[in-house]
């Protein structure tokens, strides 16, 4: 149980365009934060992608194509989608992410056997911030730091432009109140990447 006050910053869904306005805002706090990218995303958007890489941030797998029916997928087509993501992750990064956070953070048998072949970590959250429903940004806002406490892992998205506000708002929330970010390998003691 972490005690320190630390916690993480995830987004989840990019990379797209609006990830350049959170690069920016991670990089005027210098902070860094976790990027779960779905692969048909990082192919649209190679040079954004890149980016987030030489810029320090963790990159992890958040599924190809991030389907509405993928709690409903086989063990099998679970396995397609994540090697497929690695593959093209590895392509730019050099290495296999070891994160995975499945679409909406539903975990299925299926995809738990899965997780057991490609031998990928299952990353989660424990403050959602509804930046992918939520466009009132003082709500999304306070809804975040009333949840914020030592170890929290926060879900954001990079595909809003709601939260680039938020976010900023919510660098200087967490500097006041002497909470430090940490990058989530670093918070959870876990390696991010094969050797």
Avoid at 6 to 12: E, S, V
Avoid at 43 to 52: D, G, L, S, T
Avoid at 69 to 83: A, T, Y
Wanted: glycine share 4%; charged share 25%.
């Amino acid at each position: 149980m972490e005690t320190e006050k630390k916690i993480a910053i995830t987004f989840d869904d990019g990379p797209n365009p609006n990830t350049l306005l959170i690069l920016e805002v991670l990089k005027k706090h210098n902070v860094k934060a976790a990027f779960f990218c779905i692969g048909k995303n990082i192919e649209k958007y190679p040079e954004i992608f890149e980016q987030v890489i030489s810029e320090n941030h963790i990159v992890a797998n958040h599924s190809y194509g991030h389907s509405s029916l993928f709690d409903f997928f086989r063990k099998s087509q679970v396995i397609d989608e994540l090697n497929k993501t690695d593959s093209i992750i590895a392509k730019v990064l050099g290495k296999k992410p070891l994160f995975f956070r499945p679409p909406y953070g539903v975990t299925t048998p299926s995809i738990r056997r899965a997780l057991e072949v490609t031998k990928h970590k299952l990353i989660g959250w424990n403050v959602r911030s509804l930046d992918g429903i939520i466009k009132n940004e003082k709500i999304i806002f306070n809804r975040i730091i009333k949840r914020v406490k030592p170890g929290a892992i926060i879900l954001m998205h990079d595909t809003t432009f709601e939260s680039v506000s938020v976010l900023e708002q919510l660098l200087l929330f967490l500097k006041k109140n002497n909470y430090k970010v940490v990058a989530i390998d670093q918070l959870l003691n876990l390696k991010a990447y094969e050797n």
